[in-house]
């Protein structure tokens, strides 16, 4: 069975500054996608970046990339140069590569950015 | 991306009444679409498998009696939350994966549903 940790329930920074969010996931499978999803308070799910498990490099979305490493089984989402439209809950999950998996979810972890 | 729309956005009933929530795939068809359901603050839990033509698969712990779900088409999966009761209240989103995976296997995901029972 495949499971997403993510161990910050809540993290706090400044405009400008970066920030990362920690993610493990766990799987024997050795085909997987990891996913990174925004929910801000209206509770749409807003897809931020994407990282297979044969991707030789680090994905990157504007501000958004994805610290994988995979010996280590982890997904760091950094979000460089926070902005207030950040604050947001942020879910990591993962699925894997074959036709009807669900996305697991992490239990999330609550970015509030200040001024 | 692809569109997935959900309807109603928000629901109010009494207990004992049933609801049913629409998920809607717009312009693209899919054979598998999921249910997840969302407490506050919470993550977001699957309940099921939708897929079409065929029974849904739901995860343990989720009454299929209770919640009963339709995949009659491609682009639609009902939802019908059963003699609702104070704790079904809930968010309830639904997602949806292109045949072929998508890009990235991505799947896409509805707007949600905000059902509150009184």
């Known amino acids: 069975a495949q499971k997403i940790t993510q161990t910050q329930p809540g993290m706090f920074v400044q405009e400008k500054e970066a920030v990362t969010l920690d993610c493990t996931y766990d799987t024997s499978d050795p085909s997987y996608g990891l996913f990174w999803y925004k929910q801000p308070s209206s509770g749409e799910m807003i897809f931020l970046i994407y990282?297979?498990?044969?991707?030789?490099q680090n994905a990157t979305e504007g501000r958004y990339s994805l610290n994988f490493q995979k010996a280590r089984k982890s997904a760091n989402l950094v979000i460089s140069a926070s902005q207030l439209g950040d604050s947001a809950m942020y879910f990591c999950?993962?699925?894997?590569?074959?036709?009807?998996?669900?996305?697991?979810f992490g239990k999330g972890t609550t970015l509030s950015v200040s001024s | 991306g692809a569109v997935v729309s959900q309807h109603p956005s928000r629901v109010i009933c009494k207990s004992g009444t049933s609801v049913k929530i629409e998920c809607r795939s717009l312009?693209?068809?899919?054979?598998?679409m999921f249910w997840y359901r969302q407490f506050p603050k919470q993550s977001l839990m699957l309940m099921a498998t939708s897929n079409e033509g065929s029974k849904a698969t739901y995860e343990q712990g989720v009454e299929k009696d209770k919640f009963l779900i339709n995949h009659a088409s491609l682009t639609l999966s009902t939802l019908t939350v059963t003699s609702a009761h104070p704790e079904d209240s809930s968010f309830y989103i639904c997602s949806a994966r292109q045949p072929s995976g998508g890009i990235h296997n991505e799947q896409f995901f509805g707007p949600g549903t905000r059902l509150t029972v009184l």
């Open positions: 999950a993962m699925t894997l590569n074959q036709a009807g998996t669900a996305l697991i």
């Open positions: 312009d693209f068809q899919a054979t598998t």
């Open positions: 990282q297979g498990s044969y991707d030789q």
